[in-house]
């Protein structure tokens, strides 16, 4: 079975300061894992996903996420935080097959 | 860019009605998957559709569930009888495959009340 830890429920950043959200996995196969965004009101969007080629993998609106398979993390991180990035924020794995398994989510607030 | 539509947005309804959720996945996706999200909880996957057939379903979708694609365009899921514990927010995913090669692809979500 596969999972993933979101270790922090809550994150505050400042404006223009540097965001990182933390996810551990655990997988007895080699994951596929994603990052997706839900704004108030919105659906899941889809922000980047690793499927065991380069570890550190580009997204959308400036966000990178680091594959670390000795520490089994997968954090994303943004340099420099937009009010527009104030959302929820989960980690998801995925095996071989159909279904997507979520953490709990981080809720990231942006403060002017 | 092509995205997943649900209808309603939001949808109340009285303990034991049946309710149908209605979801239009992007239209060269194959594969579809319905996720609920009770307030306050992780989002669960429910179930896996591709070639008219369920691939996969969770331990919460029994009997009182089920899913169809009616026609070319739409995927539907239908709750028999509802209980007050199925209040949640549910969400269509498509995805153009499946594996290591698939993304899904998310609609805004249903938010369903039972009463």
């Known amino acids: 079975a596969q999972s993933v830890t979101q270790l922090d429920s809550h994150v505050s950043v400042s404006e223009g300061t540097p965001v990182l959200l933390r996810c551990n996995y655990s997988?007895?196969?080699?994951?596929?894992l994603f990052w997706y965004v839900q704004h108030p009101n919105k659906g899941l969007q889809l922000l980047l996903k690793?499927?065991?080629?380069?570890?550190l993998v580009k997204g959308i609106n400036g966000f990178e996420a680091e594959f670390k398979k000795s520490e089994t993390s997968f954090h994303l991180t943004k340099p420099s935080a937009h009010m527009s990035d104030a959302a929820e924020y989960f980690c998801?794995?995925?095996?071989?097959?159909?279904?997507?398994?979520f953490g709990a989510g981080t809720t990231v607030t942006v403060r002017a | 860019e092509p995205e997943v539509t649900q209808t309603p947005s939001h949808q109340v309804t009285q303990m034991g009605q049946e309710v149908i959720l209605r979801c239009v996945p992007i239209s060269n996706h194959l594969y579809f998957y319905w996720y609920r999200q009770i307030l306050g909880q992780k989002v669960e996957f429910l179930v896996s559709f591709y070639n008219n057939e369920i691939s996969e379903k969770s331990e919460i979708f029994d009997d009182q569930f089920s899913v169809e694609r009616p026609d070319g365009s739409n995927f539907t899921l239908k709750i028999r009888s509802t209980k007050l514990e199925d209040s949640a927010m549910y969400f269509c995913?498509?995805?153009?495959?499946?594996?290591?090669?698939?993304?899904?692809?998310f609609g805004p979500g249903t938010r369903l009340t039972v009463l």
């Open positions: 998801v794995v995925s095996r071989d097959d159909y279904k997507l398994s």
């Open positions: 690793y499927t065991s080629a380069a570890t």
């Open positions: 997988s007895s196969y080699s994951p596929s």
């Open positions: 995913a498509s995805a153009e495959t499946s594996g290591r090669g698939g993304t899904q692809y």
